[in-house]
């Protein structure tokens, strides 16, 4: 073999030997936020529309890493799953359905179409994580929530909403199916909460 001939065969099988101890790429289970309509409100519409910005929220909840705190101000996420969107749309976008489930407030749109409305939820995603409370785990959302007349900018109302949801397990199946029933718990409390505060105040014309 000549020397050109084995210097080749010892390249190649260096990048053979490289190529068999590098980290295969990670194939994650994507998960949907599970929903269940909100049932459609006997009362006739209000007569003015509805805006619904996504969240503000820091990086590690603004993400499509499902969050999990293991103890005290360890943040982590599952491995090997993530949702299929930033929590913060999917959150958006269930409160977005449960308004459009319940149908008082009508058109109901998203700050992606900007339409022009009558009022905007606007708000603060603090939590969406699950939690380990002992040994066991609870899904935890905080919202604090912003109701905006738009004409004039002004705040009808704010609003702190908690919700804890036991998970019955510690798979990540189970954990998604806790983090589905807390935001259909949340998302029926906005509902009325909005109602009664929009309703308590008188609409200003659509800007």
């Known amino acids: 073999m000549t020397l050109y001939a084995r210097v ?4 190649a099988i260096a990048a053979l030997t490289a190529c068999s101890v590098l980290p295969k790429a990670e194939t994650p289970d994507v998960y949907r936020l599970p ?27 603004d993400s499509s890493r499902i969050a999990v705190v293991p103890q005290g101000n360890q943040i982590s996420v599952y491995q090997g799953a993530r949702w299929s969107d930033t929590a913060t749309t999917l959150l958006r976008n269930r409160l977005i359905d449960a308004f459009r489930d319940d149908g008082r407030a009508s058109p109901v749109s998203s700050d992606d179409n900007a339409l022009p409305t009558t ?9 969406f994580q699950s939690e380990y409370q002992g040994s ?15 004409k004039g900018l002004r705040v009808v109302a704010t609003h702190r909403f ?4 036991p998970v019955g397990g510690k798979t990540v199946p189970q954990v998604v199916t806790a983090f589905g029933h807390a935001s259909d718990t949340l998302a029926s409390q906005i509902v ?4 009664q505060q929009s309703l308590a105040s008188p609409a200003a014309p659509t800007d």
């Open 192 to 195: 009325a909460w909005t109602m």
């Open 8 to 11: 080749y065969t010892c390249i």
């Open 35 to 61: 929903a269940t309509p909100l049932p459609h409100a006997s009362s006739a519409t209000t007569g003015w529309s509805l805006r619904v910005n996504t969240p503000q929220a820091e990086r590690m909840i």
């Open 162 to 165: 908690d919700i804890a949801q």
């Open 136 to 150: 066991e785990p609870v899904v935890i959302i905080r919202f604090d929530a912003r109701l905006v007349q738009n």
């Open 119 to 127: 009022y905007t939820l606007a708000g603060d995603l603090r939590a």
